[in-house]
């Protein structure tokens, strides 16, 4: 038997050192992978917190943008349902005109004016101008009013106003609406007239 030319079969046999290397080689790209899907959960978390955060800030804008929009809204329809009432039971300021007129009358009117002539300028000029202060106050009470109801048409859609706001808003048009009439009716001496004096 000639043992030179036999040669030496391939068994294919893995040795323990490239079992080992294919091991390595294996853990070390899980390790990466992990890594690298634990950075990605990580910056998905940073940007759900961002838009979380933006959305609650965005929210509390809204909310506070409503409150304030309702507390003016609010102090408007007061003011409006206090400037009604004024027209109707008169201020300081409708004596003082009516004052002041009176004083007019009574400086340019003639010691030889007949009593007519004297108790229209010492007494219906003066009324007049009372009627006149009311009916300011009311057509102010009138226009505020009407804003307070007809701001949410100019506001965010869908968006009413609180139902306290708008009984005052609606109490304001009410009492404006009728001390103009008043105020009309007195400045025209439809509801009292001027008393007449004897022949």
């Known amino acids: 038997m000639d043992t030179k030319n036999a040669a030496t079969p391939d068994t294919g046999t893995v ?4 079992t080992e290397t294919d091991t390595d080689t294996d853990t070390d790209t899980d390790t990466k ?3 690298t899907a634990d950075v990605v959960d990580v910056d998905d978390d940073r940007h759900l917190d961002t838009a979380d955060t933006d959305a609650d800030e965005a929210h ?7 409150e304030r929009s309702v507390i003016g809204a609010g102090a408007a329809a007061v003011v409006g349902a206090g400037l009604g009432v004024a027209s109707l039971t008169g201020t300081w300021v409708s004596r003082v005109v009516a004052e002041r007129q009176m004083l007019i009358g009574q400086i340019e009117t003639a010691q030889s ?7 229209s300028a010492l007494y219906g000029d003066a009324w007049h101008m009372t009627a006149l202060v009311n009916g300011a106050f009311a057509v102010l009470a009138l226009l505020v009013g ?20 708008r009984s005052f808003a609606w109490g304001a048009v ?16 439809v509801l009292v007239s001027l008393p007449k004096p004897g022949s």
Do not use: K
Not at 60 to 66: I, L, N, P
């Open 15 to 18: 040795t323990e050192t490239d």
């Open 33 to 35: 992978a992990v890594a």
């Open 60 to 66: 509390r804008g809204d909310d506070s943008a409503a």
């Open 113 to 119: 004016a007949t009593p007519a002539q004297q108790i």
């Open 146 to 165: 009407l804003f307070v109801l007809a701001r949410p048409a100019f506001g965010a859609p869908g968006r009413t106003q609180p139902v306290w706001v």
């Open 174 to 189: 009410a009492l404006g609406a009728l001390g103009l009439l008043i105020a009309g009716l007195m400045y025209s001496d």
